[in-house]
């Protein structure tokens, strides 16, 4: 099943030629999601050719220009462009204010319903879920309310040992109830617990975004052994008290997280414009927590 | 002196990866004045090598989003990068109130002074003035308030001719009376007509933005032989009726309106995206007004 996440912007801040501000597609099994949305996020998906229709539920985890400065012209270009699906927003509730606003000044009704999901970005709670995925609130500590995500798979059902259905000659019907976990009586009567017919289902797969966010403790225990890991990364740890005061993060803080909270790999971004080459902070980071990666507008990482 | 326009965005709408929606950079005698600003804004700035620090006054014709979405993020930027000096806005009122809201969620406060200059959009009226450019709306005719921009310079001093200087022993101090267009009575008493000792100043230009508009007649008193029109065109004749039904105008409307108007050159924007060829629109005006160019991004017109 798709678990993927493209990097639609790296850099912290402001946009550059090279790197756009945050934002991120979160591909799980084909449902596309979007996470934090700068200026020039609708460009960036169309550069990497991504159909913006295609995004059905957006959130936000703060009110920095640079997490959602792009989401107006996202919402108005899905209107212009003859949307008349559900787009679910989830963020601050000053957002649904500052969109409100915006459509209200340019008499813009949208052709399709927007649903607005405030959160509550100091408390940690399930704020979605369908049949395969659940997305989680993370509390942060940032200049202002600022939250991350933790995208966690539902356990899939069991897999049946395609063997068994011959052998014991399983019915059709019978199936969907083994894969769920039950046992099964053949026509002779004879019961066959349900692990010795099925295997268990794959392992569940976990993405945390952490961005924007200081070096943080209390995150640790919420984002314990997840298989992938976002934390922003401004800096180099030469600047760490530039970093505590922005309440951002450097490449050290950001992988002794991941140690601290041993994730299976970590991601880095919002690089500080001040760093042309994050090769740097990858190598800082790497010192801390070897499987580290750079998180550059483009790349498609696999969770 | 420099008086030339250009162009940061020539589509409508919405932006692609070959053309963003509206901004203008007018650069007068080195004085860097924005006219529009859609989201993408700043990074055309970088693109096209232009220091946004050096704009101090910004000018929004209304509250669409291809006008201004791009404002909020040019504001923030500037503040990021250190700006302290002033930048003054003109726009509709409630483009304070946006502006107020997002700064005030992301609990930022700006280092510099941001001057709000609410214009009224149905009123022409003289909006700016220095020393060597004035500034005037232009009511246009769209779905909401909106207004076009008339740039006119100031008349220079007239030029004295170097050779009555010796002729005539003019001395140093009465050669700004003689530009400013006083006569001259030389040491014997003659009288010395201004226009028999000076030449009268190059002639001021003008440059007429008007962008959105429904093809207007009521404009054209007011850009009368004006050097250059901008005026959008967002669509081909054959869609006279969308053009119409939307407050749009076509390129054979501008074009008429170029004509009517007398203008010296006509530049025609504001590009539908389903034109992924705007030459046919080009072609189109030409036919009625041959002195027609396009506003493609990037490119830099004399006025």
Do not use: W
Not at 25 to 38: G, Y
Not at 123 to 149: Q, W
Not at 158 to 164: E, P, T
Not at 269 to 276: A, I, L, Q, V
């Amino acid at each position: 099943m798709t678990f993927n996440i493209t990097i639609l912007g790296s850099n912290s801040a402001i946009p550059t030629l090279k790197r756009n501000p945050t934002s991120q597609l979160i591909n799980h099994n084909e449902r596309l999601l979007l996470v934090d949305c700068a200026e020039g996020t609708q460009l960036q998906l169309r550069k990497f050719r991504i159909k913006m229709q295609r995004i059905h539920h957006i959130f936000i985890s703060h009110l920095h220009g640079d997490h959602f400065f792009g989401l107006i012209g996202l919402i108005s270009s899905m209107h212009l462009l003859g949307r008349i699906k559900e787009l679910h927003i989830y963020g601050p509730p000053e957002l649904k204010e500052i969109l409100d606003l915006q459509l209200s000044v340019s008499q813009t009704e949208l052709n399709y319903p927007l649903k607005f999901h405030p959160l509550e970005q100091e408390k940690k709670a399930v704020i979605y879920e369908d049949e395969k995925l659940s997305i989680e609130t993370l509390p942060l500590n940032h200049r202002i309310p600022t939250c991350g995500f933790l995208f966690r798979e539902k356990p899939g059902k069991r897999k049946i040992i395609r063997q068994k259905i011959k052998d014991l000659n399983i019915p059709a019907e019978k199936i969907l109830e083994i894969k769920n976990g039950a046992d099964f009586i053949d026509e002779e009567g004879n019961l066959h617990k349900n692990d010795s017919i099925s295997t268990p289902p794959g392992e569940s797969r976990t993405y945390a975004y952490c961005s924007d966010t200081s070096y943080f403790e209390p995150l640790i225990p919420m984002i314990k052994n997840v298989d992938l890991l976002y934390h922003e990364a401004t800096f180099l740890h030469d600047k760490a008290e530039v970093a505590a005061e922005k309440f951002h993060a450097t490449a050290k803080e950001a992988a002794t997280i991941a140690k601290k909270a041993n994730v299976k790999r970590l991601l880095i971004g919002h690089f500080s414009n001040r760093y042309d080459n994050p090769e740097l902070l990858l190598d800082e980071a790497k010192e801390v927590f070897p499987s580290s990666e750079l998180a550059m507008d483009g790349v498609t990482i696999e969770v």
